[in-house]
């Protein structure tokens, strides 16, 4: 997700004058959307979008009767029926949020993949950001068409997914895929120190020692072809 703002949600909430204007249909969306951004290779999504639910509950708030104001501001008797159905709504909306997660989600089936030579460049890329097929096609020089028959394998595998921006669609690393990448690159770096301080240590061959002490005088100096500089 890149860090616009979703734009649906900003004509939802310019229309916005009772509680009852919120289409309740857009709480599957939004749950999606808040997966896509916790998901995302930066912080920069969640914090846009977590600024904008910010600004909706504040006009929520303001277009809302006193009683459910009051259930907010934690005023009513604790027993209140109203508190009850705040708390069914928050329940069932983490529950909603926590499905499509998981629906999104697969096995470790792709933990293989990412130490395949065939698709690691591509881990790799998206492990530092997100990128669109055309943009991993021309990082790696090979052809759109076979790029996105390893991005279907990899987003199959539950390795990748994607979102369908305005003109782009980038591909980002699954949470556990990121997980697992980070470690393996991990891994790899302290295998390659580890690897580094066991070099054997290069000194001067004990031949090239034994030639340089039973060279003779004469030929340990540049020859000097002027007789008057000796």
């Not at 846009?48 to 303001?62: A, D, P, R, V, Y």
């Not at 329940?91 to 697969?106: D, E, I, K, P």
């Not at 990448?181 to 070099?199: G, H, I, P, V, Y």
Request: hydrophobic share 40%.
């Amino acid at each position: 997700m890149a860090p616009d703002h979703w734009q649906l949600l900003q004509d939802v909430q310019a229309k916005l004058t009772q509680p009852t204007d919120f289409p309740v249909g857009m709480l599957p969306a939004l749950a999606d959307r808040l997966d896509e951004a916790m998901g995302a290779a930066s912080r920069a999504p969640l914090a846009t979008l977590g600024g904008q639910l910010s600004e909706l509950f504040e006009q929520l708030l303001l277009v809302s009767p006193p009683a459910a104001v009051a259930v907010i501001e934690q005023t009513l008797p604790p027993k209140a029926a109203e508190n009850a159905a705040y708390l069914l709504g928050q329940v069932s909306f983490a529950q909603l949020l926590a499905a499509q997660a998981a629906g999104r989600r697969t096995d470790d089936d792709f933990v293989p993949l990412l130490q395949d030579s065939r698709y690691s460049r591509y881990i790799a890329a998206l492990y530092r950001q997100e990128y669109t097929c055309q943009e991993l096609a021309n990082m790696e020089h090979e052809n759109q068409e076979t790029v996105n028959g390893k991005l279907r394998l990899l987003c199959e595998r539950g390795a990748i997914d994607f979102r369908c921006e305005d003109s782009r669609t980038p591909y980002f690393l699954t949470p556990a895929a990121r997980m697992v990448q980070a470690d393996l690159q991990s891994r790899q770096q302290q295998l390659a120190k580890a690897n580094w301080k066991e070099l054997p240590v290069v000194t001067q061959p004990e031949w090239i020692e034994n030639f340089t002490q039973q060279t003779p005088e004469y030929m340990s100096h540049l020859p000097r072809f002027n007789p008057q500089a000796a």
